[in-house]
């Protein structure tokens, strides 16, 4: 019943705040970009164009090794959080389909940050033999050890970390 009261009272608060939202877009006014003042290398979340040439660029790039994968990540979760201040504002407007736009690249930009992660690992562990063998001149140099020390016993080395 109460609901049912607050029914008119709700839509007058939603019409009038998406007449404020109109307000306040026409009353923005920027003598230059943001980005540019700042020499921002991040896509500028606001110009769609600049978001999806970084999505497409990075969605078809090859990580060659795992630190340029971390970077890369570092850099989406960067421009994903820029969308999120985007997608807070759309909400606090009532925005509907913004906050939808906003949503779907949060989770295509984790969708590609997986795959990229899924892809640098199967590389790694592909190669794992690369980075868990002794070389030569390491066996060598182990069996030269004085006697009191440990030596080794394998071809394989006891930890394996990145």
Do not use: H
Not at 34 to 46: A, E, H, R, S, Y
Not at 71 to 82: F, H, L, M, S
Not at 118 to 131: F, G, K, M, R, W
């Amino acid at each position: 019943m109460r609901l049912n009261e607050e029914g008119p009272l709700l839509d007058k608060r939603d019409q009038t705040m998406l007449q404020k939202r109109a307000l306040a877009s026409q009353s923005r006014v920027k003598d230059l970009d943001d980005k540019f003042v700042l020499c921002d290398p991040l896509p500028d979340p606001n110009d769609e164009k600049d978001l999806t040439t970084f999505i497409t660029l990075w969605r078809e790039g090859k990580d060659k090794t795992l630190a340029d994968c971390k970077n890369n990540c570092q850099t989406a979760e960067d421009v994903i959080k820029a969308i999120n201040k985007i997608l807070v504002e759309a909400k606090s407007q009532y925005d509907y389909p913004k906050i939808r736009w906003c949503q779907a690249y949060i989770e295509e930009i984790r969708a590609i940050t997986k795959k990229k992660f899924d892809d640098i690992s199967a590389d790694v562990l592909t190669y794992i033999e690369n980075y868990t063998e002794f070389t030569e001149e390491e066996l060598e140099a182990a069996r030269k050890m004085p006697v009191g020390q440990k030596k080794q016993e394998g071809r394989s080395k006891q930890e394996f970390t990145l």
